[in-house]
T-cell receptor, first 113, second 115 residues
Framework: DQQVKQNSPSLSVQEGRISILNCDYT??????FLWYKKYPAEGPTFLIS?????DKNEDGRFTVFLNKSAKHLSLHIVPSQPGDSAVYFC????????????FGKGTSLLVTP | DAGVIQSPRHEVTEMGQEVTLRCKPI?????LFWYRQTMMRGLELLIY????????DSGMPEDRFSAKMPNASFSTLKIQPSEPRDSAVYFC?????????????FGSGTRLTVV
């Protein structure tokens, strides 16, 4: 069963605006949450992560917010740029359950000029 | 470092044939993962190794799939016999102990088509 869910398969945003990508999870044992970015014909690349003891982490234009009570996290990209157009995967790990990352199915972001 | 290297990039094979996918992890990484990406199931973990030892193979779909890691710099994923439903993109990834926090490094993937 899918423990990490990205319910929006696609999102379109204008250049300069904010992109908000959402992710929900079901396993309360998850310790770390990560976002990956994937361009066509390439492997996913790590973008940003957040520990379950925090509720926000920033890295430049990218901010991840975690709401543990709602089992929800989101990735904010401000301002969005055309080069941000890619598929974004949410992932989570539960260290007590091993070393694997559980991935969502991804959200395809299109940033239009 | 050249990153995680996978070969071949593309593989087209006939149903029933044996397929071998190859992966060279980043030097110094002691974890290696095989993932499969399909439209229906997204990115799913097949198996992972720690120090060349298989730790969790619960994601391997069936006995037709096998994976080996004979040394720290090489791993293979074999499908025998292959079936059309095995068509997918197969990714190899590696990490050190910080992987769950700072992410794995993925290879570019092998796109497998079984006809």
């Amino acid at each position: 069963d899918q423990q990490v869910k990205q319910n929006s398969p696609s999102l379109s945003v204008q250049e300069g605006r904010i992109s908000i990508l959402n992710c929900d999870y079901t396993n309360s044992m998850f310790d770390y949450f990560l976002w990956y970015k994937k361009y066509p014909a390439e492997g996913p690349t790590f973008l940003i992560s957040i520990s379950s003891i925090k509720d926000k982490n920033e890295d430049g234009r990218f901010t991840v917010f975690l709401n543990k009570s709602a089992k929800h996290l989101s990735l904010h990209i401000v301002p969005s740029q055309p080069g941000d157009s890619a598929v974004y995967f949410c992932a989570a790990s539960a260290l007590g359950g091993g070393y694997a990352l559980n991935f969502g199915k991804g959200t395809s972001l299109l940033v239009t000029p | 470092d050249a990153g995680v290297i996978q070969s071949p990039r593309h593989e087209v094979t006939e149903m029933g044939q044996e397929v071998t996918l190859r992966c060279k992890p980043i030097s110094g990484h002691d974890y290696l993962f095989w993932y499969r990406q399909t439209m229906m199931r997204g990115l799913e973990l097949l198996i992972y190794f720690n120090n060349n030892v298989p730790i969790d193979d619960s994601g391997m779909p069936e006995d037709r799939f096998s994976a080996k890691m004979p040394n720290a710099s090489f791993s293979t994923l074999k499908i025998q016999p292959s079936e059309p439903r095995d068509s997918a993109v197969y990714f190899c990834a590696s990490s050190d102990v910080t992987g769950p926090y700072y992410g794995y490094t993925f290879g570019s993937g092998t796109r497998l088509t079984v006809v």
